[in-house]
């Protein structure tokens, strides 16, 4: 990890534990823009784990799932994709603050005679406290880190579900984390392999927040005509990742390669409601630089990205205050020289170094080292009777050779518990 990153992330880190406190409604499960909420999984609770102490429980996380990616620019071929994946997961609550949770991830494409991959699911989760949250084990990864497309691809969410190794979350009224250890691949000695890992740090500092409730009175009779909720937020979203790919007793001479990534951002929101009981409206802008920077023994390459973003979300409540409907739109531009991510979608690399790092090999335009990119999305999630439907678009435009890459995805989750004793 570079030194500057280092002393940011440490200096984050022990400045704001002291001022945890329990988390907003308006800062728990915010996820970035152009990921849609109900593919965002979240870790126990402290009244999970309080209601589920000494009991022994399975919970059932079942996904059907089709996206359609229509590929036009020269980076990777598109691809069509309909599949299913069943969690099953037991779960035993070993006091208020530990679970013990051992489950399986199936996962299987329609034309396919076989299953597409089943893995074995072992997780050890401690809060200690109402903010912090510990796992080892399988974590909670994919969509949960936040990240935005350029870093981590969307599609990562079918095709590379499971991450395991640690993870460290936490979660204040001012301060959200997510840092987090993937072992993707142990090496074992005289193997024709190399170890691959990722470790990240996502934060998110709250710097300002004005968001209140009022209530409209009557003047004669001092009842309340209408509620209405306003105020703006602004948030520094940082973070760090570092794949690496390498190892010691490899038996093949192929480079030790670390990619690294980091954003540093201003997020400004702007929370609206006249009903804030029901519903409630998000306007909000984010502008974001990202370095990239690539090592081995024989190229030392940096690259940059520009994207700024505009994002408008509508939420609507049931009478238990949960969201049941979730309605989102976002614009963006990106402008990327020599930009690079080992896990972000491919149409946004500028080229592709590296196909020993699980990403697809990619033919090289001649002018791929300046793009400049305009993206929007549309998505609609709502959770139906304890089922979540989910509906998702999004456009790639490349404005310097007017291609245009199209991504259509549906969705049904089905994600419920159920005490055995």
């Known amino acids: 990890m570079k030194p500057r990153l280092l002393i940011l992330v440490l200096t984050l880190s022990t400045a704001l534990a002291a001022t945890a406190q329990q988390p907003s409604l308006l800062a728990v499960g915010n996820p970035e823009p152009h990921t849609l909420r109900m593919l965002t999984d979240l870790p126990p609770s402290q009244r999970d784990l309080i209601a589920g102490c000494r009991h022994l429980a399975l919970e059932v996380d079942a996904n ?3 996206l359609d990616s229509e590929r036009q620019m020269n980076q990777v071929k598109g691809y069509t994709v309909t599949g299913f994946r069943l969690s099953p997961t037991l779960t035993y609550g070993i006091n208020e603050r530990a679970q013990l949770r051992i489950g399986l991830n199936a996962t299987a494409f329609a034309g396919l005679d076989s299953l597409y991959r089943l893995r074995p699911t072992f997780s050890l989760v401690y809060a200690p406290t109402r903010w912090l949250t510990l796992i080892g084990g399988t974590i909670c990864g994919s969509h949960t880190h936040q990240l935005a497309p350029i ?35 142990y090496l074992t000695p005289w193997t024709p392999d190399q170890e691959r890992f990722t470790m990240g740090t996502s934060h998110t500092l709250l710097l300002f927040n004005n968001v209140k409730e009022y209530t409209v009175r009557d003047f004669e009779s001092g009842e309340i005509n209408d509620l209405k909720i306003k105020g703006w937020r602004i948030e520094l979203p940082v973070h760090f990742i570092a794949c690496h790919r ?21 997020r400004f929101a702007r929370h ?25 023994r024989n190229v030392d390459r940096p690259g940059q990205a520009f994207n700024p973003t505009l ?13 049941d409907w979730n309605l989102r739109a976002v614009a963006g531009f990106v402008h990327s020289n020599n930009y690079f991510s080992a896990l972000g979608d491919p ?22 080292w300046l793009n400049n990119y305009f993206t929007f999305g549309l998505s609609a999630a709502h959770e139906f ?7 998702q678009f999004n456009a790639i435009n490349d404005l310097d050779v007017h291609d245009t890459d199209l991504f259509i995805g549906f969705f049904m989750r089905f994600n419920e518990r159920f005490i055995l004793f």
Do not use: C, M
């Open 246 to 266: 390498g190892g010691e007793v490899k038996t093949i001479d192929t480079n030790t390669v670390t990619v690294f990534n980091e954003r540093v951002g201003l």
């Open 311 to 323: 994002s408008y979300e509508w939420l609507h409540f049931s009478k238990y205050q949960q969201p």
């Open 151 to 185: 870093v981590y691809d969307p599609a990562r969410w079918i095709f590379n579900y499971q991450e395991d190794g640690l993870q460290i979350l936490t979660d204040t009224k001012i301060w959200r984390s997510d840092t987090w250890l993937d072992w993707t691949r």
């Open 272 to 296: 609206f409601s006249r009903n804030p009981r029901r519903s409630l409206n998000k306007l909000a802008l984010d502008i974001s630089v990202y370095q990239y920077h690539l090592e081995d």
């Open 347 to 368: 149409a946004y690399w500028n080229f592709s170094p590296y196909s020993a790092l699980h990403i697809p090999n990619a033919k090289i335009p001649e002018n791929s």
């Open 385 to 391: 009777k304890g089922l979540d439907l989910g509906l």
């Open 64 to 66: 059907a799932f089709f």
